[in-house]
């Protein structure tokens, strides 16, 4: 076993965990979906947050000969990871009450979800910047990366549900983008 695979090993569970977590809500919200005001909102958050948690996969794979196996690096990926957790968990609501609306739901806890996806994504950036895959490289992979944490940024802020819906659509689409442009090499 590499250093990487016991390290990741952990951290790979807590992740899987976290996409569980969102997938239950998903489920949950299904099963209830007679009884209660499901809207967009929080169903698109979720998404987001499952494709950032799986994007997170690659960029700890591009990572794995940079990190040492040591206590500090263990402590800074459980924080990492149990922020990813939280965030997963805030996404859908815990019971599903008949009568409930979900984009309600949503406002009390976007914050808190946003937020956490954009302070999870800039280590990854930082990494980006300092190993030069992002300023050596085409314009097209720069300003994805600004585009994104300025779209985040917007719906951090956001208090519109039609700006919500556009910024959240907009965020997902940028996913299946950015790796089609790493798969083809036309970054």
């Known amino acids: 076993m590499s250093q990487f695979e016991f390290v990741f090993s952990l951290f790979g569970l807590l992740l899987g965990l976290s996409l569980a977590e969102v ?3 998903f489920g949950k919200a299904v099963k209830a979906r007679a009884r ?8 698109l958050l979720g998404v987001l947050v499952m494709l950032d948690l ?3 996969w690659t960029s700890a794979w591009a990572a794995r000969d940079l990190l040492p196996v040591n206590y500090l690096t263990l402590m800074l990926l459980l924080a990492f990871t149990g922020l990813y957790y939280l965030a997963a968990t805030l996404v859908f609501p815990e019971e599903v009450n008949s009568g409930r609306d979900f984009d309600e ?3 009390l806890n976007k914050r808190l979800v ?3 996806v954009l302070l999870l994504n800039l280590p990854d950036a930082a990494f980006d910047l300092w190993t030069g895959e992002v300023v050596l490289q085409t314009w097209t992979r720069t300003a994805i990366l600004l585009g994104f944490f300025a779209l985040l940024a917007g719906l ?3 208090r519109g549900k039609r700006v919500s819906l556009i910024l959240l659509v907009t965020l997902i689409a940028l996913y299946p983008l950015n790796s089609t442009l790493s798969a083809l090499k036309l970054h």
């Open 23 to 25: 997938l239950g809500g």
């Open 36 to 43: 209660v005001r499901i809207g967009w909102l929080t169903p």
């Open 54 to 56: 799986t994007s997170f």
């Open 105 to 107: 739901h949503y406002w």
């Open 114 to 116: 946003v937020g956490a």
């Open 156 to 158: 951090l802020v956001a």
